[in-house]
């Protein structure tokens, strides 16, 4: 079974700086898809960012990036020039390429304060 | 284009009462999943519809919860008897299903909330 870390519960993070949320993750699959989703206060989880396990080239999403190490298992999240939107909770995920179940982590809290 | 909806938003219900959730997937989504999140646990796989039929549901807790999709279109799920455990965040997700990180992408309604007492 694919298990998925997230070792920061909660993280701050002032208005236009830079913060980075971790993620590790255990599998013996060789392709999978990663991603992370974002739940703000009181609404939708919506995605953030995906990576394709077979592409070494770290995905982009404007100011969202990922730092995607695959023989460390690695998977984090970069938002650069925090904005207070950002506030929300962050999960992050994996799937195998053949399955289609999402397997989360527990979820990190990031507060952005002005 | 609209999301994924889910209604109620919250229920509150007594231990030993039935609820159902219902969940309406994107569009010309085939695929439609259903997830549960107790607190200060991770969020958790309960099953995945193609269409109409179940291809997944190994995540279903215990046989109190029944999960349908007649008609291939929104989905149902009932709790009956609910038990405190089943306290949670009922998420229902739905992608098109189609090969590729595009197509395996899932996108998820708001959740309902769902209180045993």
């Known amino acids: 079974a694919q298990t998925v870390t997230q070792s920061q519960p909660e993280m701050s993070v002032q208005e236009a700086e830079t913060v980075t949320l971790s993620c590790t993750y255990d599998?013996?699959?060789?392709?999978?898809?990663l991603f992370w989703y974002k739940q703000p206060p009181s609404r939708q989880m919506i995605l953030v960012i995906r990576?394709?396990?077979?592409?070494?080239q770290n995905a982009t999403e404007n100011r969202f990036s990922v730092n995607f190490q695959k023989a460390a298992k690695s998977f984090s999240l970069k938002i650069s020039d925090s904005q207070l939107g950002d506030t929300a909770m962050y999960f992050c995920?994996?799937?195998?390429?053949?399955?289609?179940?999402?397997?989360f982590g527990k979820g990190t809290s990031l507060l952005v304060t002005p | 284009e609209a999301g994924v909806t889910q209604f109620p938003s919250h229920s509150v219900i007594e231990k030993g009462q039935t609820v159902t959730l219902r969940c309406d997937p994107i569009s010309g989504h085939d695929n439609l999943y259903w997830y549960r999140r107790v607190m200060g646990k991770e969020i958790k796989f309960l099953l995945h519809?193609?269409?109409?039929?179940?291809?997944?549901e190994s995540g279903m807790p215990n046989n109190r919860f029944l999960a349908e999709r007649t008609g291939g279109t929104y989905s149902t799920l009932k709790v009956q008897p609910a038990e405190l455990e089943d306290s949670g965040v009922y998420f229902c997700?739905?992608?098109?299903?189609?090969?590729?990180?595009?197509?395996?992408?899932?996108?998820f309604g708001p959740g309902t909330r769902l209180l045993v007492l």
């Open positions: 990576q394709e396990a077979y592409k070494q």
């Open positions: 995920a994996f799937m195998r390429v053949s399955g289609y179940a999402l397997n």
């Open positions: 997700a739905s992608s098109q299903g189609l090969a590729g990180g595009e197509g395996k992408t899932q996108y």
């Open positions: 599998t013996s699959e060789s392709n999978y898809y």
């Open positions: 519809f193609v269409k109409e039929s179940k291809q997944d």
